[in-house]
């Protein structure tokens, strides 16, 4: 490890561990579920890091958050309800509120500190918590989904950190399964659903559970997320049975510059509906073993 830089190193990626250059530490504390810290990089401005690990950087977090996000509402009618788990920095609540159909955002965050740490150094990502449709819960995702009755949601984003530490369950087929319970018929579900360089083996498994439970469609997606190991990430992007979804056909843009809420958000930075098309294309080897699932 060079002093003076940030490297990322996990079990989850033996054998690489990306780095950043440290201009100045800025937060450090332990939460009851994991130690928190920020700092101030050279390149990449804040970064928001998790027991070691990277869950945000102030210059590329839009390539993460628009898409988890826009993938599934951008893909059906009218969403109202919606529901994220994990993203308490806010970023997802964000882009969620870009929508104006959507009625009621309830969010479930595990940990607090991540909130009040987010409300203090990541203003533009925080924002999303000014919107008067967010309603917080401080608490695991996996109790409060067995809370929610069926067929509540018409989405659900699962912006979850990786399968080590208090995220795990949040990748084991009965979290599906309450995922697929608390959404209406032709309700969709976006989750991280990590890498196709170092995780196959993990998405494998998470499609097939999909496969099971999810009646509509299964598809995954990509994104380039150039502070996330090996620089892309996934999404698992699912609808239960009811009205179709043609996820790979966004027929609820955003795209226009017009949007009511470009004035207090800013405009979309990554997301569009050619990207949106694109992002569900693989590389022959992903598809390969995703498609035989
Ligand atoms: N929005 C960008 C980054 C994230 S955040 C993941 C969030 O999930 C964290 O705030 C974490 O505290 C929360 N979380 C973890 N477990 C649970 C749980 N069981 N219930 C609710 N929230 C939870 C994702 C970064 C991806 C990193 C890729 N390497």
């Known amino acids: 490890v060079l002093p003076g830089w940030f490297s990322e190193i996990s079990p989850l990626w033996p054998g690489e561990a990306h780095s950043l250059k440290v201009e100045k530490i800025l937060f450090q504390g332990k939460s009851d579920y994991q130690n928190v810290m920020v700092f101030q990089s050279s390149t990449y401005g804040k970064v928001l890091v ?11 977090e839009c390539a993460y958050q628009e898409m988890i996000a826009h993938l599934p509402l951008c893909s059906i009618p009218n969403p109202k309800k919606v529901l994220v788990i994990g ?11 870009r929508h104006s159909s959507v009625e009621q955002i309830d969010i479930c965050e595990i940990d607090k500190m991540v909130v009040e740490v987010s409300k203090q150094f990541f203003p533009d990502v925080a924002v999303g918590y000014e919107d008067p449709r ?5 608490g695991d995702g996996v109790a409060f989904l067995k809370n929610v ?4 949601y018409d989405a ?3 912006d979850s950190s990786d399968p080590i530490g208090p995220a795990q369950e949040l990748f084991e087929k009965p979290f599906f399964d309450s995922i697929a319970r608390a ?13 196709i360089w170092l995780h196959m083996h993990i998405i494998e498994e998470i499609v097939a559970n999909c496969r099971q439970i999810f009646k509509g469609s299964v598809n995954y997606a990509w994104t380039t997320v150039p502070t996330y190991p090996s620089g892309m990430i996934g999404f698992m992007l699912c609808s239960t049975e009811g009205p ?8 609820n843009p955003i ?25 569900f294309c693989l590389p022959s080897f992903a598809k390969r073993v995703i498609e035989s699932k």
Not at 50 to 60: F, H, P, S, W
Not at 183 to 195: H, N, W
């Open 50 to 60: 998790l027991d070691g690990v990277i869950q945000l950087t102030e210059r590329d």
């Open 87 to 97: 993203g308490g920095d806010g970023g997802v609540l964000r882009e969620v509120s």
């Open 156 to 158: 659900v984003i699962v």
């Open 149 to 152: 009755a069926a067929g509540t």
């Open 134 to 138: 967010v309603n917080l819960h401080i």
């Open 255 to 279: 795209d226009d510059d017009d949007d009511s809420h470009t004035k207090t958000l800013g405009p979309l930075k990554f997301y569009n509906s050619e990207l949106h098309k694109a992002s």
């Open 183 to 195: 959404l209406r018929p032709g309700g969709v579900v976006s989750t991280q659903a990590e890498s």
């Open 244 to 251: 179709a979804v043609d996820f790979k056909n966004p027929i």
